[in-house]
Structures are given as C-alpha cells and as structure tokens.
C-alpha cells in the first residue's frame, strides 16, 4: 500500500479516488482534518476496505511511526499543507508548523522507516513531496515560464513555508539518500476544490447572488491545470521519475484572474441564468489587492513530458465546463463545507457577509 497524507483535502482526496481506480492498490490516508479537511470528498469510500482513513497529524512523530511499522507502505506521497496564500497573509503560524516542521518530522519518520527495510524494498521505496509552482517567485510578462532550473524566491509565507520544505525533502535525499522525489504545479481547479480559492469562490458566491471579489486590476496570471491531470501526473512520477529529481507541472493554460471569473459568469449564464437575464459579471467587484500579489506564474513542463512522457488530457475549456457543472450537481457538498469557520474566514477577509 501507499501513505498518503492530507488526503482528505482538495488533491489529495481527487489523487485518492483516481489511485484506486486507476490501480486499486491500498491508500493509507493520515490527515489531520483541519478546516480543509473533508472526509465528506471520499463519501463514495466509505465501506471500501482498500482505503484506510487516520486522523493526525504529519508531525506526530510516535503517530506517523506507528502507522509505518504497522501498514509498512512502499512509498509516501506528502499533499498535507496549510495551502492559502491569503490565510498565510493573516497568520503564518500553521504555515510554518505544517509545512516546515510537519514535512521535517515526516522526512525523519521515512528516514528511519527506510533504514530498517531489506535491501529489496529500501531501494524501492520513494518518498514523493507535492509542492508548487510558487517556490519560484513571480514573472514578467513576457519571461519564460518557470523550468526546474529557476531559482526559489518565495514572495508570500505560503510560498516561503513550501520553498522550506522542497530544500528539506531536497536535502534529505542528497545527505540522507531518502528517495525523494519533488514536484512542482501550478494552480489546480476541479472538484472538491475548498471555496477559499478564486474558482470555487466565484461560482459559489455567483450562485448565492454575492459579490465576486476580484482583486486589484485582475490582471494576475496563472496556469490552471484540472485537478485530475495533476493526480496522473504524480502517479506518473511515483512510477518512473527519479528519485533527487524535481518535475514541473502545468497545464500550459495561462489566464488572467479576469478571464477566469468571466468564463465562469458566462458558463453560469448558460447552464444555471439568473432570474431576470442579466449576466452573472454583474456580480464582478473590484477589491483591495492581495499584499504581495505575485503577478505570474507560468510552467514549463516539458521535462515531464520529455522524460515520463506525461502531458495534460484536458483543455482549460472542457476541464473548466466540467467544474462548473460539478459545482451545479454538488450543492450537498458545498453546503457541507460551509461552516461557522467557513464563514468567519470570508468575514476576515471580505468584511461583513
Ligand atoms: P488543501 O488545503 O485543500 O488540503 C490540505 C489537506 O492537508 C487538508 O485535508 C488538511 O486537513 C490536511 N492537513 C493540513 N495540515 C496537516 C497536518 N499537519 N497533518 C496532516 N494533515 C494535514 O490543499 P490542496 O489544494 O489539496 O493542496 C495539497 C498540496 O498540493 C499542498 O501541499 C499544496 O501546497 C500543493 N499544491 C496545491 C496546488 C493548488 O492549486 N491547490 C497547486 C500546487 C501544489
Ligand atoms: O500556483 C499554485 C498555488 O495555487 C498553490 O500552491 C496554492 O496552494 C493555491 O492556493 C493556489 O494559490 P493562488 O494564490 O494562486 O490561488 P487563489 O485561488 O487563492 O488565487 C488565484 C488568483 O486569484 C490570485 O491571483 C489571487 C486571485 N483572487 C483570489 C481570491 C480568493 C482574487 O482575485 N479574488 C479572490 O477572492
């Protein structure tokens, strides 16, 4: 079996229920369910004897021990992370508990895992850290896009946090031989995508007849991957990458935020219109921006495609028709996750609601 942790998040709970499609091969599912955490995202696994649900923390040491003497997995693959940008701005605390000390106690757990394994299953083993495509720092608009080879210059304590760990798990693997592998995405979107985040905010506030919050100009790029090609890529790498070595991945899919909230508008004009016919883009407002707004980002992921011959299955325009129509079936899901929590973040940071 596998270890996957924070598997009960976005990713990691879209990597879940494709792993056991794909190869039905057991998951060992260690999250610690903080707000991000949703166990009602693998509802369809509830009586499935191959995935195996604990709650904790990556950073119990004794826990994470136990549960490797105990399920004995041939590889890890690390999602759990403080994730947010925007709740890192407000307070970095988890941020650097999480995903600096978390990911170190983590990387020593599998240190000491591997040790003690036969010389057969020791060399099979790979410890697989998710990190992101922010570690590089922002771009001018005409630069190329980020390869494997661009420097880290973290800008938000997010980012900062994640660059920490990608040097621990890089270090491990270069002092301590753990066969780390690191991968660096770009932005995801998808199902069960928490509605902190821009796509899932905009469609949920769009259809509760709220304000969609742009920030500053609107102008900010990204590159949006579906959530599903994410999870075949790491599989991929798991199967074939070598171990020391980073892959980005992307969707070859840059857009402006405005872009983005506008395709989501004009789905929703088609698929759910308002009463009344005028368009959901009245809802589009302009508010503060982000401090320390990173203006792009962009990958290059043609190492992953030139030597694990990975490459995205979706378009941005299918993949992002597919999203607005889960959230349009999924209201069950959504009204799950807005809790009290839910709803004193978006006071936080949007003011009264
Ligand atoms: P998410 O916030 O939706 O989920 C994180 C999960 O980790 C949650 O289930 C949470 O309960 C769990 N968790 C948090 N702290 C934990 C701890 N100490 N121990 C155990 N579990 C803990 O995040 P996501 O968007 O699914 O991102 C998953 C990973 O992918 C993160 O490492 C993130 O940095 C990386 N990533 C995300 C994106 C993106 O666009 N969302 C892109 C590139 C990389
Ligand atoms: O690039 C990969 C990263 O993508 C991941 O590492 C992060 O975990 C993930 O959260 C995401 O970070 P971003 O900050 O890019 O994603 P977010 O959805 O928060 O914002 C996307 C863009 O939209 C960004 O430029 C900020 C803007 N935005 C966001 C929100 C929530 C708005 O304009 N309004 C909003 O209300």
Request: aromatic share 10%; net charge negative.
């Amino acid at each position: 079996m596998i270890l996957v942790t924070g598997g009960a998040g976005f990713i990691g709970s879209n990597f879940i229920l494709d792993w056991l499609a794909d190869s039905g091969e057991p998951v060992l599912n260690l999250d610690k369910l903080t707000y991000a955490g949703n166990l009602g995202s693998l509802a369809s696994l509830r009586d499935d004897a191959r995935h195996v649900f604990v709650q904790g923390d990556i950073g119990d040491a004794p826990l994470v021990d136990r549960l490797l003497a105990t399920h004995r997995p041939r590889a890890i693959v690390n999602f759990a992370a403080e994730s947010h940008v925007d709740r890192s701005i407000h307070g970095a605390g988890e941020f650097i508990e999480t995903n600096i000390v978390g990911t170190f106690r983590l990387l020593e757990s599998a240190r000491g895992y591997v040790a003690a394994l036969p010389p057969d299953e020791q060399a099979a083993f790979r410890f697989l850290h998710v990190s992101t495509d922010e570690v590089y720092g922002t771009l001018a608009p005409a630069a190329p896009a980020f390869t494997e080879q661009h420097g880290y210059e973290p800008n938000s304590p997010y980012s900062a946090s994640k660059a920490a760990s990608d040097h621990l798990a890089r270090a491990w693997h270069h002092t301590h031989g753990l066969p780390v592998l690191t991968t660096n995405c770009s932005n995801n979107y998808g199902p069960y995508h928490f509605p902190e985040k821009l796509i899932p905010l905009m469609i949920v506030n769009a259809l509760a007849g709220k304000p969609l919050p742009v920030y500053g100009d609107g102008q900010q790029v990204r590159d949006w991957l579906y959530v599903k090609d994410h999870c075949s890529a790491i599989r991929r790498v798991l199967g074939a990458g070598q171990p020391g070595q980073t892959y980005n991945i992307g969707g070859w899919n840059e857009k402006t935020n405005l872009t983005i909230v506008h395709t989501i508008c004009d789905l929703l004009d088609e698929l759910s219109p308002r009463a009344g016919g005028q368009s959901y883009r009245a809802q589009i407002t302009h508010v503060a921006d982000r401090p320390g707004h990173d203006r792009r980002y962009a990958i290059d992921a043609r190492k992953i495609e030139r030597e694990l011959g990975w490459r995205p299955a979706e378009t941005f325009d299918s993949g992002i028709r597919k999203t607005v129509a889960w959230y349009l079936a999924n209201p069950d899901w959504v009204r799950g996750v807005q809790s009290g929590a839910y709803r004193e973040w978006l006071t936080l940071q949007y003011g009264p609601q």
